[in-house]
């Protein structure tokens, strides 16, 4: 990752600061042992995107669950919805993607670079080629890809890639309400791709031009959005430290009133302290009742809260966590990077917080004599009902272990000689490296207990 020269770059690592070192070496990492590979890597890769590797599609499902466990599964007032990435252009007219979604673009004419205006740290300077005063006047760019559906390529057949999950999300509102028959406050929740032409895509899986978002909508009576959004604040900071980032790593933002997307009233970011500086992690924003009032206004259709009983009848307000599953998987890998030295030699560890960590545990048989394979497959099927395991053969135990702690893997079960006499097998803890010996009739629980710590 070529992280943009910034003050608060820095070439240490500790608790309030991940490294610009660190930010290489996890990048590194995570093409060295399949978490993400640069999309279409063998044609000399495409920066826009990025394919998640048989590590990282792991780790990601992981990610997107710890959400969809805290946003909808363990919530009574939260419903789940899987909407179209196609849609046509009424809905972004109606949304004011369509006018209001874009980005002040400018190009030099000494390099041609191309940069957003609001981006450049000297508005009148060429970020790459140091020229001043070749940037041009800039243009209002639109983010959202256009396409066709259908044979015929014409104004008629337009469609658009989402560039948000959210409205999906309105534009299903009644249907959502009165099938699930929840009144406000109620939350509808969404993970899925969307897509935005990023005039600069960069910094590894922080920005790219298709990525995965996990989004809410809150529908709340208008006179509480404030106190909700407050709440979701609070909330979502805290699922982050929950999952292991250390709090001096993270903070909120609340936006400054220039910055405020068309939609909202108050927006606040959840920062992340990335190798770069701080930036956002998650948009926490009041949409009022601006999405619902500009479908309802387009479409002809009411979107409202009606109370047949006492006659109540208003247009909900919306508080938003709007947060991104690939730019979150970053974060927390950045964060559980640990290297120390052990016994004279350099340790790399992913020290991830068990519910994210790729695999649960591996097992490793000392020898790749067939009876220790064996007797060590069948601890893999005893295990890979419960848990993500891996198995791996290869190499002496040390590498071993040291490739499962780059995993991130909290367990390591060796099978050995003694394992055929006695039945027991050995097992290793990620962090403290501390072995315990047991029984393989007794593994089962003690993952179960361990890993739901
Ligand atoms: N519905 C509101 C919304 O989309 P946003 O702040 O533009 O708000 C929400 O996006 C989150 O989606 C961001 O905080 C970030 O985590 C993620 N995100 C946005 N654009 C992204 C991009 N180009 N690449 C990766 N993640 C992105």
């Not at 890597?41 to 048989?54: K, L």
Request: charged residues 25%; negative net charge.
């Amino acid at each position: 990752m070529p992280p943009p020269p910034s003050e608060d770059s820095a070439a240490r690592s500790g608790v309030g600061q991940v490294s610009v070192e660190v930010g290489e070496a996890v990048v590194n990492l995570a093409k060295r042992r399949g978490f993400v590979f640069q999309s279409a890597d063998i044609y000399g890769g495409f920066r826009s995107a990025y394919d998640y590797g048989p590590v990282g599609v792991l780790m990601l499902r992981n990610v997107k669950e710890a959400w969809w466990n805290a946003m909808v599964q363990q919530r009574a007032d939260v419903v789940g919805l899987d909407a179209s990435i196609l849609s046509p252009p009424a809905v972004w007219e109606a949304s004011g993607h369509l006018t209001g979604f874009t980005d002040p673009l400018v190009e030099c004419s000494n390099c041609g670079r191309r940069h957003r205006l609001d981006q450049l740290a000297d508005p009148e300077r060429c970020s790459h080629c140091g020229v001043a005063g070749d940037l041009g006047e800039p243009r209002q760019f639109n983010l959202m890809f256009r396409t066709h559906a259908g044979p015929v390529a014409d104004a008629a057949a337009e469609v658009y890639l989402r560039p948000e999950t959210a409205q999906g999300m309105f534009v299903n509102f009644a249907n959502v309400m009165r099938v699930s028959r929840l009144r406000p406050p109620f939350g509808i929740a969404q993970i899925g791709k969307s897509f935005r032409n990023e005039i600069t895509p960069g910094n590894f899986i922080f920005r790219t031009r298709e990525f995965e978002q996990m989004e809410m909508e809150f529908f709340v009576p208008p006179p509480d959005a404030a106190r909700w959004h407050e709440y979701w604040c609070a909330e979502r900071l805290r699922w982050y430290s929950g999952l292991g980032i250390p709090e001096a790593l993270l903070r909120l933002r609340p936006h400054d009133a220039d910055e405020l997307s068309h939609y909202s009233e108050a927006t606040s970011d959840v920062e992340f302290r990335y190798p770069w500086g701080w930036g956002e992690l998650e948009g926490i924003a009041n949409r009022t009742d601006y999405d619902l009032r500009a479908h309802a206004g387009h479409s002809g259709q009411r979107l409202e809260y009606h109370n047949a009983a006492t006659g109540e009848r208003y247009v909900p307000y919306v508080i938003e966590p709007a947060a991104g599953a690939t730019r979150a998987m970053m974060a927390f890998l950045l964060a559980a990077y640990h290297t120390e030295e052990v016994r004279g030699e350099r340790r790399v560890v992913l020290r991830l917080h068990h519910s994210l960590a790729p695999f649960k545990a591996a097992v490793l048989p000392l020898s790749r004599k067939d009876a220790l394979t064996g007797r060590a497959r069948e601890v893999l099927g005893i295990l890979s009902p419960h848990w993500m395991v891996d198995y791996d053969e290869t190499q002496s135990i040390g590498r071993r272990y040291r490739r499962q702690d780059e995993l991130g893997t909290p367990y390591c079960v060796t099978v050995d000689f003694d394992t055929l006499d006695d039945g027991a097998v050995t097992i290793r803890d990620r962090d403290s490296m501390h072995q315990d010996r047991l029984p393989i009739s007794k593994l089962v629980d003690y993952l179960s207990t361990r890993l739901a710590d």
